[in-house]
């Protein structure tokens, strides 16, 4: 079987592949409107928005950047993804019911509809509109450019491919991607994440048998090799320090509710009380599937620290890596299936918000309606998105070298510090004013922007992110508290004390 | 605390930013943020963790368990009003209580192995890391608990169902007008 190890995974990339395609040509007879583009009808059962809201949270970062970021920074990682129980509690507690009263109440089919009624303004929804726009440029380019780096690693270990260029990896990736969220839409998207969602969660635990079975001494030998050699990236904090980690902790845990991919899905479960059922499920599904990132980081650290492997030539090679030395080839291509399962269910959902931003947001917010024919526009502006991402990410990897975790991590930081206070707080705080969401959203990509492209590190490891969101937060509840009280319309109003 | 709760909320939250300003502007220690492993490229080491810690370590764990009192009263919030009672409160105030002793285990646990240089294992990491793994894992079971086995009690009663659809029926109305 050893003697086949590229052919495996090769045909199990291919396999799935295939299935998207066939997802994206079965929803596309089930897609009539922008409302079943976009929302699937409000028609999804639980299991489906379960799946579908862990597989879009566990991104290609964390099939490549998390794993790298624990060999590179050691347990600092962890509290990215130790604090999903947390990061999707606060998410139904404030999101869940309410966005879900209101796309039913106003037939919303956005996030930026959302927050339209709930402020009754159309800045609101324009800022909210960009500020998707913005995130989804970049989350979706690391998105891409992570499946066609993996592509690249997989097909280039085969004779026939040995020399295929990054730039075809994203053509054909991409075509894929694009080819079934044009056809199906949303309900394509999350049809493909449940059979996603279940490769993640097969592929998380093997790995984590796999790589206790490393050393003999399992996973403790693995993290005393890691402590003998600095401790501090053993402890707690990691080698990042402490405030680096609890700004991960602050901002991936209470950001998990501003995350527009993912809220959005809030709006898509039939009945409102599936609620109480999708919350446990995702978060098993999240924990299942992010061991991988963990066991992954931390036993590819102790290999090369004991000299069992080779340093790795980049942090984000630690998986492909680990699948070529450690795991069977039955099981390398589960895992591989399962990293571009990862990738696209992410990149589907960002695709389809980022297209409804454009379509649907920004025109009602500028002109007061949407343009006409909109799953037609939608259709079209998918595959343009798609492009200028996959363009965008080309551009980034041979212009600028940035590792894909921490892309990664800016495209969650600026949708946390921006949406979480406005929709989150907002949708359960009838005092919450427009002026207040301006200042939230205007000051945190403020923030998030200067401090990024400026490369501006605080002391300590403090993050332009963790900086962004504190600040948006205290900013919009005291602004909000020092502007007249909003008047609210009558049905919203009445939401809000349900 | 029911009704003034956003108020509460905002303290928390200027509170976490003024500490936040002041480990920006406390005395810094040299890779406080890491830096790279002296032999291996592409590996980060923490160096010396006493040292990372002496200036922000007190303010730091005030930052974690202010977050942990914020996360908390943010749940508080997505629960209306007139469901806040005095039993919900008792079971928010233990879900809190269980992720503060994680957050401290955690904390006194790194300190101790700093002075010691010596570590218990669990479950294959070093005892404070094991706190901060599993505990930070399952430090939200218990608010996860409290919304899906209380759902009808406190999240979306059948009163809140039959208002919902009072207000459902209404917009049907005006559309069919």
């Known amino acids: 079987m050893e003697a086949f190890r590229q052919e495996i995974i090769v045909g199990a990339v291919v396999a799935y592949m295939i299935f998207c395609v066939l997802t994206g040509l079965w929803a596309m007879r089930r897609t009539h409107s922008s409302s079943d583009f976009f929302i699937a009808g409000r028609g999804l059962g639980p299991i489906v928005v379960a799946l579908a809201l862990f597989s879009s949270t566990l991104s290609g970062f964390g099939f490549v950047g998390g794993p790298g970021l624990v060999y590179s920074i050691g347990v600092s990682s962890f509290w990215m993804v130790v604090i999903s129980s947390t990061g999707y509690a606060i998410g139904f507690f404030l999101v869940a019911k309410r966005i879900r009263m209101i796309a039913e109440l106003r037939d919303c089919i956005s996030l930026p509809d959302i927050v339209a009624a709930r402020y009754n303004s159309q800045a609101v929804r324009f800022m909210i509109a960009i500020t998707i726009v913005l995130g989804v440029m970049g989350y979706l380019a690391t998105q891409i450019l992570a499946m066609a780096v993996v592509m690249q690693a997989i097909l280039s270990g085969t004779e026939t491919f040995a020399n295929i260029g990054l730039v075809t990896c994203v053509v054909i990736s991409s075509a894929v991607l694009i080819f079934y969220c044009v056809t199906g839409g949303i309900i394509a998207s999350v049809y493909t994440d449940v059979v996603q969602g279940a490769i993640m969660m097969i592929a998380g635990t093997l790995i984590l048998f796999t790589a206790m079975s490393v050393f003999d001494g399992g996973m403790q030998e693995a993290t005393s090799i890691i402590l003998a050699d600095d401790a501090e990236t053993a402890m707690p904090y990691g080698a990042a320090g402490m405030m680096a980690s609890l700004g991960w902790f602050f901002v991936f845990g209470l950001g998990l509710a501003g995350q527009p991919h993912l809220i959005t899905k809030m709006m898509m479960n039939k009945n409102l009380s599936d609620s109480r059922s999708i919350l446990p499920m995702s978060l098993f599904g999240y924990v299942m599937a992010a061991l991988l990132w963990i066991s992954i980081g931390i036993v590819m650290r102790a290999a090369v620290i004991d000299g069992v ?11 492909s890596v680990f699948l070529s030395v450690f795991a069977n080839p039955l099981l390398a291509g589960v895992v591989f299936a399962g990293l571009f399962a990862a990738i696209m269910s992410t990149s589907d959902a960002f695709l389809n918000i980022g297209t409804a931003a454009i379509i649907h947001d920004i025109p009602k917010a500028i002109r007061g309606k949407s343009i006409e024919n909109e799953l037609f526009w939608a ?12 363009s965008f990410a080309l551009y980034s990897h041979f212009a600028d070298a940035t590792l894909v975790a921490i892309l990664g991590a800016f495209g969650w930081g600026t949708f946390a510090a921006s949406i979480f206070p406005v929709v989150a707080v907002g949708l359960n705080w009838k005092g919450a004013t427009v002026a207040g969401a301006v200042t939230a959203i205007g000051t945190a990509l403020l923030i998030n922007f200067v401090s990024q492209l400026a490369g501006y590190t605080f002391p300590y490891g403090v993050s332009g992110q963790l900086v962004a969101f504190a600040t948006s937060m205290v900013l919009f509840i005291g602004v909000s508290l020092f502007t007249e009280k909003p008047k609210l319309d009558s049905d919203i109003e009445r939401v809000m004390e349900i | 605390m029911r009704s003034k709760l956003i108020y509460i909320i905002f303290a928390v939250g200027v509170l976490m930013a003024a500490i936040l300003l002041a480990i920006c502007l406390a005395e810094t220690v040299p890779d406080a943020g890491g830096s790279a492993h002296p032999e291996i490229a592409g590996l980060q080491v923490g160096g010396d963790g006493a040292a990372r810690l002496e200036h922000i370590g007190t303010l730091g764990f005030a930052f974690q368990c202010l977050l942990l009192i914020q996360i908390t009263f943010l749940s508080l919030l997505g629960i209306s009003e007139r469901y806040r009672t005095n039993e919900l409160l008792a079971y928010m105030g233990g879900s809190l209580v269980f ?3 994680v957050a401290w285990q955690m904390y006194s646990g790194h300190l101790e192995y700093l002075e010691t240089g010596e570590t218990g294992y669990f ?17 939200a079971i218990p608010l996860i608990l409290i919304y899906s086995l209380g759902f009808r009690k406190y999240i979306y009663t059948a009163e809140d169902e039959e208002k919902f659809n009072v207000l459902l029926a209404e917009k049907s109305e005006r559309s069919e007008q």
């Open chain 1, 309 to 319: 492997v080779d340093p790795l030539a980049l942090p984000d090679d630690a998986a």
């Open chain 1, 379 to 390: 259709r079209v502006v998918t595959v343009i998105l798609a492009i200028v991402a996959a």
């Open chain 2, 123 to 139: 479950l294959g990491f070093p005892s404070a890391t094991a706190w901060a793994t599993y505990g930070t894992w399952l430090g």
């Open chain 2, 99 to 101: 992720m503060l002793i």
